[in-house]
């Protein structure tokens, strides 16, 4: 079957069309599944710093088990929006010093364990030869 200059220039233009909208899909599709996958693997870059935050905090004020530190105190650390992380109260709303400024991760922390001094390591240097033992031992 033959067609017109016009006709084919016709049909041409409807394939061309059709490709472009299928083409500008299929891009649309793929984009948006790899922003997805972006997404994901930002949020739980995101996640680990946070942990990782705790973690280092709990280590540096002496808590005797940091991952339960962590466990305990990860729900009140959140993620902002521009990645930092901020310190929340059980409503979610933004914790603030005395200063009136937002409360670091290490103070939250800080705080925590003086609230829960079973949970930081003891500070009173062991001393041998005291104590109930000595006195057994002594004749």
Known sequence: MEF???????????????????????????ESAAVTALKTKLTEAHDKLRVAAIEMAAIEGEAVNPEQVVTLTSP??????DGMHMVV???G?????????A?????FISEFLDANKHMRKSSRPVESGRGFLKSLLTF
């Open 103 to 107: 409360l670091s991760v290490k103070a």
């Open 4 to 30: 017109t200059p016009t006709q084919q220039a016709f049909i041409d233009d409807l394939i061309s069309k059709k490709y472009s909208e299928a083409y500008s899909k299929a891009s649309a599709k793929a």
């Open 89 to 91: 109260d059980e409503h």
């Open 76 to 81: 009140f650390i959140k993620v902002a929006d």
């Open 93 to 101: 709303e933004r914790r603030y010093d005395k200063s009136g400024a």
